[in-house]
Structure formats: C-alpha cells, structure tokens
C-alpha cells in the first residue's frame, strides 16, 4: 500500500477475548489493516477460553460458558470460524432436598408443594403470593413482586447474598428484573433462537479468527510493556476502562469467583449441566462440563463455583454509585483521541458473549468508515 510504513501497526488490540478478537479480525480480514493483538494472560479466548485438562477432557477455564443469542448476524458472523452443537441449556436448583426447575415453572412448584396445579391454576397461585412493590427498586423488590417471600427465600435470596455478598434487597432491580417465571413446562434456561456450542471448543474458534497474516498476537503481555515501543495508529482497548486511566476517579468494583475443578472416576457426576445451590453451601453451582461439549469419555470433569471479592474481575456490581462512577471514565474515554474502548471490561457491563461480538461488529462498522490512523506512538 502506497506510504504504508512497513514495521507500523495500524492497530493495537489489547485484550484477546471476544471484544479484541472479533474486532482483530474484522480490521485485518475486511479492512486490510495490521493488527497487533495483546494479552496478559498465556491465552487467547479471555474468559471463554478452553482446553483439555489432565484427564483430556474439554473444560471452561473461567466457569461454563454457554452461548446464545437472538442475532442472526452474530450468528452467522461466528459460523465463519466454527461448526455447531445444538444444546439447549437446563439448570436445576438443590431446594429442600430436590433437584427443582430453575428458572421456576408449572413443575417447580407442583414438586416443591406436592400439587397437580394447571398452568392457569399456577397464574392464580403467583397472583395471591406475590406482594407488588411500588416502585420498584431492588432485586427483592422484582422476586418478591412475581413470586412471593417464601419462593424468593427458597430459591434467591442465599443465592443472590453468596454471588454478591449482598441482600437482593441492596442491589439493584436490574440484576434480577430478567428472571423469567413460567407458568408452563418449559424448562430451558435460556429461550433464544440460536443455542449452541462450537463443535470444537472456544479456544478452536478463537484460533480460526485469528489466524491470518495481518494478524500477530503476543501473549503475556501487558500492553503496557509495549505500547511506547511498538509503533501502531489507533488502539482498541478492552481491558478494565478505570486501570485504563490508572484509577484516578476511584476503583470500579467487581465481583470474583473462585473455581474448584473435580475430575470424578465415572461416566457422569450427575442428573443435570448445572445444579444450583441456592443454601448455606459455600458455592453458588456446580457444572458438569460434558453435557455442554458433547464429549463420550468414561471420566467427567465437574466445577464448583465461589464467588469472592479478590481476584479476576468478572461481575461489575451493579450499584448507583457504580454507574455513576464508571460514567465519569466514559465520559474519559470519549475525551481520549485514537483510543476506543470496547467489551465488558471496558464499558463496566455484564455482558453476554453475543452482545459483546454485536458491539465489536459496530465498531468495526464505525472504525472501517475512518480514514488510515496516524501514529501516537513512537519506537525508542
Ligand atoms: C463465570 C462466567 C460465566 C459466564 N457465562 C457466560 C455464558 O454462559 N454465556 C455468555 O454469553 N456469556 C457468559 N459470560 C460472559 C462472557 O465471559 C463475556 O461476555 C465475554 O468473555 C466478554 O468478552 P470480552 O472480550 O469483553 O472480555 P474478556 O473475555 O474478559 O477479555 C478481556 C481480555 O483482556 C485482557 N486484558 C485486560 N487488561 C489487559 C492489559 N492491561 N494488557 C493486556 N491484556 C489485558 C484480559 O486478560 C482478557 O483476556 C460469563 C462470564 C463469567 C465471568
């Protein structure tokens, strides 16, 4: 390309996971754009990496991942790099001593009270335990108001404290206001169009979207070792937006999970993928991993989960003062020229996987419109 410096970057992508490799490889496969990807962990596929554990079965280092969406562009755009497994997600939660339905439908009720209640009839039940709030504020105030005290307290409250090690009733209405209650059979967990695990694994996708020639990837790296010696144009940053800025309006918080994983000398561990524990358990769930890859294997590979406040950040705490803090880092970035902060991380939001590939798709729609990047930075 003419006047094309031939040692620069045209972009510095820090972050390997969905955010940095979507967006990677849209600028160097429909853009034509070099790119240099970062991370400072030994992996690509950020937190939906997977690999094989000792006993060679396919496990999700950073807890399940399950995926699903509504989009068919996203859908399509992830076909490019991988085939499929239809799996249609069930979860089940250990309450007074059964495995019931979660999300709670017609069966989790008709098991738990020993009824034979009908759909409409279950309609009625809801209706004359629930207790309404106006307005609705808290995740207590959502439960309580579809389902009444007694199943909030069976199945959400001790869930909800363990996994922020907060009462419902001091976070946010957000967290829960999508909890789906069904008067009817259907057990899923999730309802989307499009369900279903790459065939291969995450890591195998990952490594299909990588692999082209404008694309390097430098792993083990905080982009911060490199960045004023590597010449590149714009960066794509999906890092945590406020280490971005070095904290300078206070730390956003997050949420951690501790992962414990069992390899169990049987074919299977037990009756569903996940079983939640909405009790005294130290855990949140306990996921058995050959149900959502499919693989045929005479061991299986389970993991407990224990949410904790150090660590990895994985949930961004869904309070007040949060968001109005992380606005003031927005606000930052919209200020900071040739940088363009994407992903979870980056824009302090629990995401899912599919949202997080829409979000790098517009990106690249907006970066593709812009003329060729000047150099921020400079070798030494
Ligand atoms: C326990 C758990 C379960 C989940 N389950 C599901 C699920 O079932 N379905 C679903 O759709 N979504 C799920 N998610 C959400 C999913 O993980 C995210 O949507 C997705 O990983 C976000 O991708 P990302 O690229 O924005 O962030 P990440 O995957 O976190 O990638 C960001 C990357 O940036 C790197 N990085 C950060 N700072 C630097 C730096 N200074 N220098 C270099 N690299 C840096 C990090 O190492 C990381 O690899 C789950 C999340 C968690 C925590």
Redesign the pocket.
Known sequence: MPGRDASMFDYLV????????VIAERLAAGSDKKVLI????PHI?????DHYDTAGLLVHK???????TNSRDVFDYLSRFTEWRPYQ?RVRAWVDGQLLPIPINLDTVNTLYGLNLTSFQLEEFFRSVAEPRSPVRTSEDVIVGKVGRELYEKFFRNYTRKQWNLDPSELDAAVTSRVPVRTNRDDRYFTDTYQAMPLHGYTRMFEKMLTHPNIKIMLH????EIESVIPFGEMVY???ID?YFDFRFGKLPYRS?EFRFETVDRPVFQDFPVVNYPNENPYTRCTEFKYLTGQEHQKTSVVY?YPCADGD???PVPRPENTARYREYHALADRTPHVHF?????TYK???????VAQSLTLYKKLSGLRRPQPVAQPA
């Open positions: 820090v972050g390997a996971g969905f955010a940095g490799a970062v991370d400072k962990r596929g950020g937190n939906a990496y950073y807890g399940p991942h399950i995926f699903h997600h790296t905080d982009y911060r999906t890092g945590p280490e999970i989960e950040p994985y949930y994407s992903g979870r991380l980056a629990y995401y899912n996987m599919d949202q997080v």
